[in-house]
């Protein structure tokens, strides 16, 4: 008899940081381990992963990381677990094993005992057999994953549209049903955070007819600049096959999508590509397509930079055309319509492909349906998303004939325990469930306390003081300098320097050379400092004293 539990890490309620944990009969499988970038962050806050205490106390349970494709909220948590995780086995495709090969690289890991391997055909695993399925995406290597039981299936599906895209994968369902062996499929694991658009995704996923007439209309000597998210590379062949059709160079204005384009043309040398040229060059060249790239917020940001004359390559012209495709995720509406406002203030030249215009490959309403209605599962389990999509999806289940009870809208560490695949409780819900802060190449080296001090940073500015200290009688020579940043105004000046000064007079006065303590005067002066000037003018300034001996 198997005892199944299913939760997730990380990825419910939320867009980003996808991590679930398959347990059947005691042995762990770790599907995905990806990040999320906050949103509206000001703080310094680079990253967000999921909290994985849990792993850390289950090492020897842990059969493997199981990962399904090389989107950041899919996968670029993994160095980070491998930093804190002995021995771990990774299972991917190979186009995704290279993918993250060369993320983990740029970390410094102490433990080289991990291994990245290829998984492509049934893999025994004890009592549990895993069959990668091709399916089709935005970056090539796209796999589902299959876990045959003798008692039946368990399927975990993300990230995929329903058709064929060439070199981007295709989806087969009759591939897909050939992995259960004549068995019932008693768990679908699904990604139904689009469950609220309309139609099937690949109807929606092709933008050429909708943007080439910008290129038939757009002079040979002007240039086309268009926006998108890194990880559409299905998207973004479109527009290279645009630009080699109109006889266009192109330029990638993006990192971490000229790693990956560079991979996909070393793959497949086959495919017919433009002309690329250095992105030092975006300035001086006057016909190309500058392909302008990131991740999420990032994309923004970047259009932002440039559109404010603070990127040191690009600069907008008023006779650029501007394609933007990147509809904004829940949460970002507001970033998204003041980066088109910034970019019309440079050129009028402007046209957008919107959420009703554009599908990301991830499955939508009619997709969701056809595949719960082919495979007939059991339990359908909805992830990867805000919670009212879930739920929208449970709905769509509902209607074609499942039994609600059967359909299991969690959230992050809400467990799901089922024995012989029978539901036995959804109560019990994990410790510890909650996010990690990433800031640079670290895990967890920001506190609380951190980010409140960078708040007030961000919004009542900083003040530095320094004074010469003579070594032997510990007293101040010469004036104290004051130097600030964003604190102090023609209006306050006056009124900031008394305090400071008089503050720093005090500590010195009448005391002798036993009596005094660099260190203690130095934190009294922060602390006191800061407090009288959020007396006096309702600012509460970042205060650094620096005492320089001699």
Request: net charge positive.
């Amino acid at each position: 008899m198997s005892k199944i539990n299913f939760f997730a890490l990380g990825g419910l309620d939320e867009n980003g940081k996808n991590s679930y944990i398959l347990e059947i009969d005691q042995k762990i499988f770790i599907l995905n381990f990806g990040t999320k970038v906050p949103i509206n962050s000001h703080n310094g806050i680079d990253t967000l992963i999921c909290n994985f205490d849990y792993l850390e106390k289950r090492q020897k349970d842990i059969v493997g990381l199981f990962l399904s494709d090389v989107h950041n909220e899919s996968f670029s948590g993994i160095p980070w677990l491998l930093m804190k995780l002995k021995n771990l086995k990774v299972y991917t495709s190979a186009f995704n094993k290279i993918v993250l090969i060369d993320r983990i690289s740029k970390y410094d890991i102490p433990n080289n005992n991990y291994e990245v391997k290829v998984i492509n055909k049934e893999t025994d695993f004890g009592n549990v057999k895993i069959t990668p399925i091709e399916v089709a995406g935005s970056l090539p290597g796209q796999i589902a994953f299959n876990f045959f039981t003798n008692d039946g299936n368990i399927l975990f599906l993300t990230n995929f549209v329903d058709g064929d895209l060439g070199p981007y994968g295709k989806t087969n369902i009759e591939k897909i049903k050939s992995a259960f062996k004549n068995k019932e499929l008693k768990i679908l694991i699904m990604d139904s955070g689009r469950s609220n658009y309309p139609g099937k995704s690949i109807d929606k996923l092709w933008i050429t007819k909708k943007i080439e007439y910008k290129f038939k209309e757009t002079p040979q000597d002007k240039r086309i600049i268009v926006g998108l998210y890194d990880e559409d590379m299905i998207t973004s062949h479109e527009v290279l096959f645009l630009a080699k059709k109109y006889n266009r160079p192109v330029i990638t204005y993006g990192r971490n999508y000229s790693q990956l384009i560079n991979l996909v043309s070393k793959i497949n040398v086959s495919l017919n590509w433009p002309q690329f040229i250095d992105y030092r060059n975006a300035n001086e060249a006057k016909n190309a397509v500058v392909l302008v790239t990131g991740a999420i917020e990032r994309l923004y940001l970047r259009f932002l930079r440039i559109a404010s004359n603070n990127d040191l390559y690009l600069k907008f012209r008023n006779d650029d055309a501007v394609i933007f495709i990147a509809p904004p995720v829940n949460g970002l509406e507001v970033n998204y319509a003041l980066t088109l406002d910034e970019i019309a203030r440079h050129t009028s030249n402007l046209i957008e492909l919107n959420s009703d215009q554009y599908y990301s490959c991830n499955p939508a309403k009619d997709d969701i349906k056809h595949f719960i209605k082919e495979l007939k599962p059991k339990y359908f389990i909805p992830v990867q998303g805000l919670y009212r999509y879930m739920v929208v999806a449970t709905q769509d289940a509902r209607d074609l004939g499942m039994n609600l009870n059967n359909c299991l809208v969690l959230q992050n560490g809400k467990i799901a325990e089922f024995e012989n695949y029978e539901l036995k409780s959804q109560k019990h819900t994990m410790k510890n469930i909650g996010h990690l802060i990433i800031d640079g190449f670290g895990i967890g080296d920001i506190s609380s306390e951190v980010i409140k001090e960078r708040e007030n940073l961000g919004r009542d500015g900083v003040i530095a003081l320094s004074v010469l200290i003579d070594y032997k009688k510990k007293m101040p020579i010469g004036e104290l300098q004051i130097n600030s940043y964003g604190s102090i105004t023609k209006d306050n000046k006056e009124i900031i320097y008394n305090i400071i000064n008089t503050l720093f007079d005090k500590e010195f006065k009448g005391k002798q050379t036993r009596e005094i303590n660099l260190k203690n005067i130095q934190e009294q002066l922060r602390k006191s400092i800061k407090r009288k000037i959020y007396k006096a003018i309702d600012k509460e300034p970042l205060v650094v004293v620096t005492l320089y001996e001699i």
